[in-house]
């Protein structure tokens, strides 16, 4: 069983619309849980962190988080084509555990 | 504040080579971090360091590959000598101590012949 399991799409969504990306973690421990968008051959790029239960926003991005149910989601609102690019889940404390990444495409 | 940078941003070496890549964490960052992406696969955890002293290296695959940070400013990643299954993007990241918050850079994209 994978540490964090994300779906790897593409999920692709209109102009303006909300896309939500999902991911599950199987330590029931974890702590820390991480948001990284990856432009190819571009660095991974920080732009969420949570470490509690329910919603945490900036700006256009929301990350919710469920420990029980060992869930954490990225919602982004008002999706623009320059949020096309691939989401990493990450999941630990120092050493992280990343998702395969889900790659979102946002249509004009 | 200039991030995180890598060299080379490339390396192409035949089997049996020897290959070393340095990282540049950001200024005051104690905290280092190796991962690596093989092709299909996610970002895996190869060590970390805590200024020049190792902290977890439980993701390093075996002996071939030494990690350095002398001084505890830059490191180096050195895999002696390189085999097929070494290729994929070696990552780097720093943070500051106590903070969890990892900065990546831009990656070594690494390819044994």
């Known amino acids: 069983q994978k540490e964090v399991e994300q779906n790897s799409g593409p999920l692709s969504v209109p102009e303006g619309a909300i896309a939500s990306l999902n991911c599950t973690y199987s330590?029931?421990?974890?702590?820390?849980f991480f948001w990284y968008r990856q432009y190819s051959g571009k660095s991974p790029e920080l732009i969420m962190f949570?470490?509690?239960?329910g919603d945490k926003e900036d700006g256009r991005f929301t990350a919710q988080l469920n420990k029980a149910s060992q869930y954490v989601s990225l919602l982004i609102r008002d999706s623009q084509p320059s949020d096309s690019a691939t989401y990493l889940c990450?999941?630990?404390?120092?050493?992280?555990?990343f998702g395969s990444g889900t790659k979102l495409n946002v249509k004009p | 504040e200039a991030g995180v940078t890598q060299f080379p941003s490339h390396s192409v070496i035949e089997k049996g080579q020897t290959v070393t890549l340095r990282c540049d964490p950001i200024?005051?960052?104690?905290?280092l971090y190796w991962y690596r992406r093989v092709m299909g696969k996610e970002i895996k955890f190869l060590l970390h360091f805590v200024k020049e002293s190792k902290q977890d290296e439980s993701g390093m695959p075996n002996n071939r590959f030494l990690a350095e940070r002398t001084g505890g400013t830059y490191s180096t990643l050195k895999v002696q000598p390189a085999e097929l299954e070494d290729s994929g993007v070696y990552f780097c990241a720093s943070s500051h101590i106590g903070a969890n918050e990892q900065f990546f850079g831009p990656g070594t994209r690494l390819t044994v012949l």
């Open positions: 949570i470490y509690s239960n």
């Open positions: 330590d029931r421990g974890s702590q820390s």
């Open positions: 200024s005051g960052h104690d905290n």
């Open positions: 990450a999941v630990g404390l120092n050493k992280f555990y």
